[in-house]
């Protein structure tokens, strides 16, 4: 005989003999056997749930209790595959084995990863398996090692047989499991098994929270678990309950665009008041306008506190539809009423206005959506928007701001103005006017785009003969604004800095500004005058004057070349505002 076998017959012997000694069953690989796939030869019988073949094999001497890679016996195999059966034969040869002692250890033998025979069954939702294995003790409430059990299991695959079995036979239903301390409550919410939903909810904790204080009503409004979550709140589960961030069930929903499970929520006592964030007040109304659920915003409209719209230390939902580029949300908040200059929020989030917030984030051109229905709203324009308007040779966002305010003569743009209440939005403040004109002055280099426009949406050239604009505009420029005002009757300081261009060669005037003002150019002057240039240049009032028709383009300036832009002057250093 060779030693080898000699050895194997001796350790095989000695550990029998151990085993049985101390009452428990060998736990140990049988080297007699060849694994052709891992598992012994009663195992993988088991396994395809052929009865007579593992009642043979168990006859012919055949071990029940050889573990695989795994950790796997027979007994493993059987459950998981749902053979009542294989399971009693196995459990039968292995109590014939041993002590019952040896036996009840064997039915809960764990593999690698922590399952027993009795977890195995109940996830695979063998009814009759489970049944059978909590008769011979097994332990109904033994954890995996990912601290999983047989109720979670059975909770995870929707088998409500298996459950209702498992809690009459006394499984605990409100032990936390899983790396994120989830109940089974919130795993069934979760999965969307209403029926078990409804037999857990009288026998668990509706209040039971995971490590991020989320509850099981919770995770049904964020996941859009309509049933559940009305299953839960029947049973008596807190509408506003909060979780470690201060977010509610319907603050969740209403991110995640669950339109009925926000209106079940607000129809059952929700309150979308509730500040839902450490760092600002957030309300579930900001969540709707920043991810565009309309139907949902529209809700919330109505029964949110109008205070998130203009209160100090809030910010108004307006910014959140912004940010997200939710065009559809700044609309709708616009048309119920926000305000589209909301409330400065510089000391929050950084941020002055939603519009300016708008223009940060349309670096790209065309300018986005937001941007066109807030200045249409009437935004306020600051010294830092009408920057990103003509600080560039690209005109598209002057155009959209002059289609939609109105540039008046600054002597009617006082606290006292006649101008009827709900025309003023469309105006330009007398404080837009003055930062226009700060930045106009401060962007003299660009003067070739932005000029013509201002012009001829009626702003009043004088405002510009400035010593700055005369000493740095180019030649066009200057032509082109020279021939808006009576050029002769210039004050003496402004036409030295324009003798002192000429003789410098950086001014090449035209020939006519040397000659006394001619009397056609007077008098279309005088009709700017007496009309205003916001009427003469952006309506019809020229047409309706008792002249010829030919006059109307010039008393217009139409006829005046517009200056082109030098792409290759380079700018000037930027100028302090």
């Known amino acids: ?11 095989k012997r000695c550990q029998t003999g151990l085993c049985h000694h101390f009452g428990v069953l060998p736990q140990v690989m049988d080297f007699t056997e060849c694994y052709g796939d891992t598992v012994s030869s009663v195992a993988a019988a088991a396994r395809s749930g052929s009865t007579k073949l593992v009642r043979r094999l168990i006859k012919r001497g055949f071990r029940v209790d050889c573990r695989d890679n795994r950790g796997w016996t027979a007994l493993h195999e059987a459950a998981a595959a749902g053979s009542k059966e294989c399971v009693r034969e196995i459990l039968s040869a292995a ?31 063998h009814l009759a398996v489970v049944r059978f294995l909590l008769k011979a003790h097994a332990n109904i409430n033994q954890l995996t090692n990912d601290l999983s059990c047989p109720l979670y299991g059975a909770v995870d695959g929707g088998y409500k047989e298996v459950v209702e079995l498992l809690i009459s036979k006394g499984a ?34 509706l209040e039971a929270v995971d490590d991020h204080k989320i509850s099981p009503l919770f995770v049904a409004a964020q996941y859009g678990q309509q049933e559940c979550l009305e299953i839960l709140v029947k049973a008596g589960a807190s509408v506003n309950t909060q979780a470690a961030d201060l977010a509610t069930p319907l603050l969740i929903a209403s991110q995640e665009g669950h339109q009925a499970c926000v209106d079940f929520l607000l ?63 700044v609309e709708m908040l616009l048309r119920e009423g926000y305000s589209p200059d909301a409330q400065d929020c510089t000391s929050t989030l950084g941020l002055r206005s939603p519009l300016s917030f708008a223009l940060y984030h349309s670096s790209k051109k065309p300018y986005s959506e937001s941007v066109r229905l807030l200045v249409a709203a009437g935004a306020s324009l600051s010294e830092e928007d009408w920057i990103y308007a003509l600080a560039t040779d690209q005109t598209d966002l002057l155009q959209l701001i002059l289609k939609h305010r109105w540039i008046s003569q600054p002597e009617t743009l006082t606290t006292d103005s006649s101008i009827p209440h709900h025309q003023l939005k469309t105006i330009l403040k007398l404080q837009e006017l003055r930062e226009l004109l700060c930045v106009a002055q401060n962007q003299v280099h660009f003067a070739a785009c932005w000029l013509p426009l201002l012009l001829k949406a009626g702003l009043e050239p004088t405002s510009l003969l400035q010593p700055r604009m005369l000493e ?35 001014w090449q005037p035209y020939p006519q500004f040397d000659s006394m003002t001619s009397l056609s150019h007077i008098c279309r002057l005088q009709v ?49 505002l």
């Not at 002769?488 to 003789?503: E, G, M, N």
């Open 1 to 11: 005989m060779l030693w080898c076998d000699v050895i194997k017959r001796r350790l």
């Open 95 to 125: 109590g014939a084995a041993g002590s019952s002692r040896g036996c009840r250890a064997y039915v809960n033998s764990l593999t690698h990863e922590g399952e027993s025979a009795c977890y195995l069954a109940a996830k695979g939702g």
């Open 172 to 205: 605990e239903v409100n032990r936390m499991h899983t790396a994120s301390c989830w109940t089974c409550l919130h795993q069934a919410v979760y999965k969307g098994h209403s029926e078990i939903v409804r037999i857990l909810a009288s026998v668990c904790n």
């Open 267 to 329: 129809d059952h006592g929700a309150d979308p008041n509730i500040a839902c964030s450490l760092d600002w007040p957030q309300l579930p109304i900001h969540a709707a306008a920043e991810f565009g659920h309309i139907g949902i915003l529209r809700r919330l409209i109505a029964v949110t506190d109008c205070l998130c719209d203009h209160g100090d230390s809030m910010v108004s939902p307006l910014y959140m539809a912004v940010n997200r580029h939710q065009s559809k949300s």
């Open 472 to 506: 740095q505009a180019d030649s066009e420029v200057l032509n082109y604004l020279l021939e808006f005002v009576n050029w002769s009757t210039l004050p003496a300081p402004l036409k030295h800095i324009l003798d002192r261009r000429r003789a410098e060669k950086t």
């Open 528 to 576: 700017r005058l007496m009309l205003g240039p916001d009427l003469l240049m952006r309506t019809d009032a020229v047409q309706q004057l008792p002249v010829p028709s030919t006059l109307y383009g010039f008393l217009q300036f139409t006829d005046i070349r517009e200056p082109s832009y030098k792409h290759s002057l380079p700018p000037p250093p930027p100028q302090p």
